[in-house]
T-cell receptor, first 113, second 116 residues
Framework: GEDVEQSLFLSVREGDSSVINCTYT??????LYWYKQEPGAGLQLLTY?????DMKQDQRLTVLLNKKDKHLSLRIADTQTGDSAIYFC?????????????FGIGTKLQVIP | SAVISQKPSRDICQRGTSLTIQCQVD?????MFWYRQQPGQSLTLIAT?????????ESGFVIDKFPISRPNLTFSTLTVSNMSPEDSSIYLC?????????????FGPGTRLTVT
């Protein structure tokens, strides 16, 4: 079945860049997402990328996709204390209908002032 | 986008009892889902809530344990029945809406359930 893997924890200093990595197994994955979950809150959709793209940039966020290696990364530039949260990688083969979205376990990002 | 509210936000319940969680969306959506997020684990899809018909359950989840209602396009409930400590978890309501490029999935704030 589908599987999405992430490291559990990342610690960075404020102002540095953070890179959160994710690998997936489903070769038919078409849409890949990054979600952010702050303490006590639900998941917030941060960004997404289509499998026919290599990179997507949105302000401080850069998503890189290596489809050959099934590797997805989220880079946060100039990391702030407000970026401390759990980041979930997710994938689905098709964004429409009732296609199941598979989530990773989440990477907890700790930003040190 | 969609704004989702859930009630209650948290609860502590005794084993053997049942809890009903409510989910309200600020706009009509076609697809509503219920997820469980256990500590240190990934999100697990419990079921898809279908309007006016029985929910579609994922493997390992059954209607008797997690009855779901969806009377209209903006509201759904999930009941956790005959609870045990293993049901302690965060339960998340989620909806999928059509964005500018693809379907986007949004989540409610979650209901944190502790069973003693």
């Amino acid at each position: 079945g589908e599987d999405v893997e992430q490291s559990l924890f990342l610690s960075v200093r404020e102002g540095d860049s953070s890179v959160i990595n994710c690998t997936y197994t489903d070769s038919s994955s078409t849409y890949l997402y990054w979600y952010k979950q702050e303490p006590g809150a639900g998941l917030q959709l941060l960004t997404y990328i289509f499998s026919n793209m290599d990179m997507k940039q949105d302000q401080r966020l850069t998503v890189l996709l290596n489809k050959k290696d099934k590797h997805l990364s989220l880079r946060i530039a100039d990391t702030q204390t407000g970026d401390s949260a759990i980041y979930f990688c997710a994938e689905t083969p098709n964004s429409g209908g009732y296609q199941k979205v598979t989530f990773g376990i989440g990477t907890k990002l700790q930003v040190i002032p | 986008s969609a704004v989702i509210s859930q009630k209650p936000s948290r609860d502590i319940c005794q084993r053997g009892t049942s809890l009903t969680i409510q989910c309200q969306v600020d706009s009509q959506v076609t697809m509503m889902f219920w997820y469980r997020q256990q500590p240190g684990q990934s999100l697990t899809l419990i079921a898809t809530a279908n309007q006016g018909s029985e929910a579609t359950y994922e493997s390992g989840f059954v209607i008797d344990k997690f009855p779901i209602s969806r009377p209209n396009l903006t509201f759904s409930t999930l009941t956790v029945s005959n609870m045990s400590p293993e049901d302690s978890s965060i339960y998340l309501c989620s909806v999928r809406t059509l964005g500018p490029f693809l379907y986007e999935q949004y989540f409610g704030p979650g209901t944190r359930l502790t069973v003693t």
